[in-house]
C-alpha cells in the first residue's frame, strides 16, 4: 500500500466496529500503523483492552475502547453521544461490525435473524448516517462498508445474511454518490470466504471448495483500505473473488443458487 496515501490519514481518528476480531483486528493494526487514533467499538471488552494496550505500546496512538453490543436499538446514537461526550471527532468509519446465520430461514429462531438483521443493516445505516452526516458538514470523511461476494446473489441457506449483504452493496455504491459532493468518500469492501471464524459463528461447516478459496484477512483488509484511500466506489477482495463476482453477469440467476448451494452446503 502507498505510505503517500496512507500519510493522509495520519494523526485522524478512526471508529472501527467488531474490532475485537476478524476483520476489525487488521485494520486496527494498519491503521494505527500509520498513526491513526483509534476507536474500538464492540461487545467484547477484555479482548479490546488488550488490543488496545498493544497497539498504543507498538505504534504511540491513542486508543479508546467503547464495548457495547451494537446489535441492540439505539447502539448507533449511544455510541455517537459517548463519542461527542468525549470530544472526539471521527474521520474515518470502518463500518466492519456484522455476522451471518447458515440454515434454513424456517429452521432458525426469527429472533436470531432480526438480531442479524438489526446489526448488519440498520445499525450499520444509522452508524452512516450519524458520522457522515458529521463529515459532510466538514466536507470532509471516510467511510467503508463491509459487504460480501454473496452480495452479488441470492445464496440458499444464508438466504438472509446474503439479502442483508446486498443492501450493503447497494447502499454503499448509492452512498458513494451521495457523499461525494459533500467531500466524503464511501467505498464498499465485499470479501469472499475469509479466514476470521465467520464460519463458527454462523453455525456452518466449511466445505474443501470454501477452504481452496479461503483468503487471510490481512490482504482483504489491505485492499478496504487502499480501495478506501483510492476513493472506489466498491471493491471486490481477490482476484478469484473478482472472476466469481463478474462471472454472475454472464450465468442465469438459477445457475447462480444452485451453484452457491453446492459449494456452501458441500
Known amino acids: 500500500m502507498s505510505k503517500e496515501l496512507m500519510n493522509n490519514f495520519a494523526g485522524k481518528w478512526a471508529l472501527i466496529t467488531g474490532a475485537s476480531s476478524g476483520l476489525g483486528l487488521e485494520f486496527a493494526d494498519l491503521l494505527a500503523a500509520q498513526k491513526v487514533n483509534l476507536v474500538l467499538a464492540a461487545r467484547r471488552q477484555e479482548s479490546m483492552e488488550k488490543l488496545a494496550s498493544d497497539l498504543r505500546r507498538k505504534y504511540g496512538v491513542d486508543v479508546l475502547v467503547e464495548a457495547i453490543d451494537l446489535a441492540s ?62 463529515m459532510a458538514k466538514r466536507r470532509s470523511g471516510h467511510i467503508l462498508l463491509i459487504a460480501s461476494l454473496m452480495a452479488f446473489q441470492a445464496v440458499p441457506s444464508y438466504a438472509a445474511y446474503a439479502a442483508t449483504k446486498a443492501y450493503v452493496l447497494t447502499l454503499g455504491e448509492a452512498l458513494h454518490d451521495e457523499f461525494r459532493p459533500h467531500g466524503v468518500v464511501v467505498t464498499t469492501l465485499c470479501p469472499g470466504h475469509t479466514a476470521t471464524g465467520f464460519d463458527e459463528a454462523a453455525g456452518a461447516t466449511t466445505s474443501v471448495l470454501l477452504r481452496l478459496l479461503t483468503m487471510q484477512p490481512r490482504p482483504v ?46
Open 73 to 134: 436499538p439505539g447502539a448507533a446514537s449511544r455510541l455517537k453521544g459517548s463519542l461527542d461526550a468525549r470530544s472526539v471527532t471521527i474521520d474515518i468509519l470502518l463500518n466492519n461490525a456484522g455476522y451471518g446465520l447458515h440454515g434454513d430461514l424456517l429452521e432458525t429462531p426469527i429472533e436470531r435473524t432480526a438480531n442479524m438483521i438489526q446489526l448488519n443493516i440498520t445499525t450499520l445505516t444509522e452508524l452512516t448516517y450519524l458520522f457522515g452526516h458529521d
Open 221 to 266: 483488509a489491505v485492499s478496504g483500505i487502499r480501495a478506501l484511500l483510492q476513493g472506489k466506489a466498491m471493491v471486490v477482495a481477490g482476484l478469484l473473488n473478482k472472476i466469481v463476482a463478474f462471472s454472475n453477469r454472464l450465468t442465469p440467476r438459477s445457475m447462480q443458487r444452485a451453484t452457491l448451494k453446492r459449494i456452501v452446503d458441500a
